[in-house]
């Protein structure tokens, strides 16, 4: 039997308590258009005991998410928790404060350092530190640089902005949908539906902006003074996230280990999709901390969730947290090296029961079951070895097969209620979606596998896992809503360079009604003094900086700015051209459209 820890035990519930000094009075934080983009009283109804629709750990975790407003850390460190998915650090210097982490949207961000302010003064920003290149550690920006940078450093790691904007931008579309699955963003907050996502309560929905950074981190060790604040800083790239780094503030003692250590386990491979981590390097960056950092710290606080306190405590947590994922790394690939596929390392993978009583190391957020797949993928790929599973069906066509073997779909339906009142929830999500897939009208297999999400999502731990069967089972009772996110926002834009402009329209070629069509263009940036040849040809979009003296189809004459501009408008007002302007046309004809709502759980 699993070991579990004890929920007797309320030293997080102290911690998380600990150094309050108030919050908003205003709990609706909105747009300039009154829309409501975050509300710090919307999970108060987590404030009783734990009802039979959740899991007891889960509710919990969201008990403490669920806590907001301002509080000291240390001397001179003040978080505001709460107002958002992440944390927002403010370290006070001489002056100003810097921050850390701007939270996912302005609105959010400006209503922090307002909290903040209200408590400690009307400190100006004297810097910014993005911790990592995920959106809601650096989106909110301009909450707290509404004027921008200016003589403002913004600090970020090697490798930050062209991994924030990539993320947001290639697949960008497809993971902003499937977000609206595992942070449970539009379902309704109470005890049936969405009580968090275990990282926090769920994203904002307000504006997403970005600074480009001033100064780059691109060392271990490396150190900047702002206003007499020291801040030293040790990279972590590949952990969880592409560009990352941990704070070190040595005059504070305190330590900031960015998401590389919270009160939960993390995503391997995040369900709205993402790059799979590695675990292994993860781990040894978490031992790198401990002995770099851990005995000058009394304090460890992080971008998500509440601090650890005590030196011997928070050298114990990031022990546990390096043995968690150095575990779940090794054990997989002991067994794959037995022969084992991913889903069964999943179901055979136990935790060690000294990290299994840990409540920062539940699966609230990752779990051991998809962190293990995701360690699979990355070292064995999609592929398990077996012939059967070389060259299955596609879904529908899967699905139609594996109903007419089983008797018809009313059969399946039938068999399938059977097993949900016998417990067999697994097995009958299976077959009640080869029906849905087969025949999405089919009202009986619909109801009923929407019943068992509602009863899968009301015994997960995991946050994630809750959302993403609370939202199924909504969408299969006909309650689709869009997409309420989109994290490719004008800063982000404006931030991608020329290549990366490219590189996000080549993928939207539409392959194969490209496939006779040749052109070439050639783009002259008059501003940054670059030259670029798109190339057409075999359905694949090229970019190269040679023009070998070879005549293009249309020669552009351009800024950067107006490269947006024509990509936003389709026209080329204002813009000096030689050649064939239909050219352009002729390659936004081949371009498809994406769809910000595509369909999940049906066909």
């Known amino acids: ?307 650890t306190w005590g030196t011997e405590e928070l050298t114990l947590y990031l022990s546990q947290q390096r043995d968690l994922y150095a575990y779940l790394h090794d054990q997989t690939l002991r067994m794959i090296n037995q022969g084992y596929t991913g889903d069964e390392i999943a179901e055979r993978m136990e935790l060690p029961p000294a990290i299994a009583s840990a409540w920062h190391a539940r699966g609230y957020y990752g779990s051991v079951s998809h962190d293990v797949k995701a360690v699979y993928q990355r070292y064995m790929g999609w592929y398990d070895g077996n012939p059967a599973h070389l060259w299955e069906l596609p879904p529908e066509a899967s699905a139609r097969r594996h109903v007419e073997y089983m008797g018809g779909a009313d059969t399946v339906v039938d068999r399938a209620r059977q097993d949900v009142d016998a417990g067999e929830l697994r097995w009958a999500a299976q077959v009640l979606n080869y029906v849905v897939f087969d025949d999405p009208r089919h009202v009986r297999a619909r109801r009923l596998l929407a019943e068992v999400y509602d009863r899968l999502g009301h015994g997960a731990e995991n946050g994630t896992w809750r959302n993403f069967y609370l939202q199924g089972a909504a969408e299969l009772r006909g309650d689709k809503v869009p997409t309420p996110v989109d994290t490719s926002s004008p800063d982000v834009l404006q931030a991608l360079s020329v290549a990366q402009v490219f590189d996000s329209i080549a993928v939207r070629v539409d392959g194969p009604r490209a496939w006779y069509t040749t052109l070439t263009i050639d783009w002259i940036f008059t501003d940054l003094k670059q030259e670029v040849r798109l190339r057409l040809s075999n359905g694949v979009l090229v970019q190269t900086g040679a023009r070998n003296g070879s005549r293009a189809d249309l020669t552009l004459f351009l800024t950067k700015q107006q490269l947006l501009q024509v990509i936003a408008t389709q026209n080329l007002d204002g813009i000096t051209t030689e050649g064939d302007p239909h050219a352009l046309a002729t390659l936004w004809s081949l371009l498809a459209e994406v769809d910000p709502d595509f369909d999940i759980v049906t066909p």
């Open 1 to 307: 039997m699993e070991t579990q820890p004890s929920f007797d035990d309320r030293t997080d519930f102290k911690n998380a308590d600990r150094g309050y000094r108030g919050t908003a009075g205003q709990a609706q934080i909105t747009d300039g258009d009154g829309r409501v983009v975050w509300d710090l009283d919307a999970y108060a109804f987590v404030d009783v005991e734990c009802p039979p629709e959740a899991n007891p750990s889960l509710w919990r975790q969201a008990q403490l998410c669920a806590k907001h407003g301002l509080y000291e850390v240390a001397d001179g460190v003040y978080q505001v928790r709460g107002f958002d998915l992440s944390n927002i650090s403010f370290i006070e210097g001489t002056e100003g404060v810097v921050v850390i982490d701007p939270l996912l949207s302005v609105e959010c961000a400006a209503a922090a350092l307002a909290l903040y302010r209200e408590h400690r003064g009307e400190r100006p920003v004297k810097a910014v530190v993005y911790t990592h290149s995920h959106a809601d550690h650096f989106g909110g920006v301009r909450g707290v640089l509404p004027d921008g940078a200016a003589d403002v450093p913004v600090i970020a790691p090697e490798g930050f902005l062209e991994n924030a904007v990539a993320e947001n931008v290639y697949a960008g579309t497809a993971m902003n949908r499937r977000s609206v699955f595992m942070y449970g963003t539009v379902l309704d907050k109470d005890a049936s539906h969405q009580i968090g996502a275990g990282l926090g309560q769920t994203t904002s929905t307000g504006t997403i902006s970005l600074i480009e950074p001033t100064v780059t981190v691109t060392a271990t060790g490396q150190e900047q003074v702002v206003d007499d604040v020291r801040l030293v800083f040790q990279l972590t790239p590949g952990t969880e996230a592409p560009a990352e780094m941990n704070v070190f503030l040595p005059d504070r003692r305190a330590l900031c280990m960015a998401e590389n250590a919270t009160h939960t386990l993390h995503n391997i491979l995040t369900l709205r999709g993402a790059l799979v981590r590695d675990p292994h390097v993860w781990a040894n960056y978490l031992t790198e901390a401990i002995e770099l950092y851990a005995a000058d710290s009394d304090v460890l606080f992080a971008s998500h969730h509440w601090p």
